[in-house]
């Protein structure tokens, strides 16, 4: 497994974009300063991944994104023994790495990791802050600059797929939702370059498409897919087609919800 790692950024206009909607930055601060580990909830393509590598790049510390899966193990976090040249050597994980650099360690959908992912964690999410590594007999001390960080889609959970109220009680959290609408405009706007009137058009358009959530559809159109969209139309493709292939398409495989949603995108830009 190969985590996504950021490094540091070294100048103001080299950090990611994010768009403050409350004190979420501020809070996330303090977390990092008083050395407290952080539960982020939201949908779906609502930013949270987007404000993680902000205030990463914010606070100068190395980035360490994990995207967990069914199949992910801790060994895939701490690391683990591998053959290389004829000798037997041990190669740190993720999770180590950024105990030993004092990074941030993002676990993205960490409900859909196995369970002793979450086992490993415990130590860390504590007052030990330590991470025993049982197969080189090490116990690492987190640095103070280490923080781990996690994040689920609450929409999706289900009894097979939750997090213990023993393991959710180790963090604080902050709960996330797609941005109001003059918020969610202005992102749009910065990330596509597509103009403002067209932008305002894209957003109340998403947000009616997001009232068939839980009818229609499992989960409403993401601030993402709108940037998506936005991106096509800049750069030339036809509104319809770019409407298609990032509002519709990737949110069903229903013929007729299909054509609903292609009836709603008229109703906006035909």
């Not at 999770?95 to 993002?106: D, H, K, N, P, S």
Request: with cysteine; aromatic share 6%.
């Amino acid at each position: 497994m190969q985590p996504m790692r950021e490094s540091p950024r070294d100048s103001a206009d080299s950090i990611p974009y994010y768009e403050p909607v409350g004190s979420e930055c501020e809070l996330f601060r303090h977390a990092h300063e008083q050395r407290l580990p952080m539960l982020l909830k939201g949908p779906t393509g609502c930013g949270k991944t987007r404000f993680i590598s902000h205030m990463a790049a914010k606070l100068g510390r190395p980035l360490f994104t994990v995207a967990c899966h069914d199949d992910l193990t801790s060994a895939d976090l701490t690391g683990r023994y591998l053959l290389k040249d004829g000798e037997t050597t041990w190669v740190d994980g993720p999770l180590t790495r950024a105990v030993r650099e004092g990074g941030i360690c993002y676990l993205d959908e960490v409900v859909e990791a196995r369970k002793d992912v979450t086992v490993v964690l415990h130590p860390l999410t504590d007052d030990r802050r330590q991470l025993p590594l049982e197969r080189t007999g090490e116990v690492l001390e987190a640095p103070p600059e280490f923080m781990l960080v996690v994040s689920y889609n609450p929409g999706y959970q289900h009894i097979l797929k939750s997090l213990k109220p023993s393991t959710r009680q180790r963090f604080m959290a902050l709960e996330f939702d797609f941005p109001k609408p003059e918020v969610e405009y202005s992102i749009i706007h910065r990330e596509s370059g597509l103009d403002k009137d067209q932008c305002k058009a894209l957003v109340n358009l998403g947000n009616r498409l997001r009232e068939l959530k839980g009818q229609d559809l499992e989960e409403g159109v993401s601030t993402r897919l709108l940037v998506y969209c936005a991106t096509l139309i800049r750069a030339g493709v036809p509104i319809m087609d770019a409407a298609r292939t990032t509002l519709v398409e990737p949110l069903s495989d229903d013929i007729d919800v299909k054509e609903g949603l292609m009836e709603a995108i008229w109703a906006t830009f035909g």
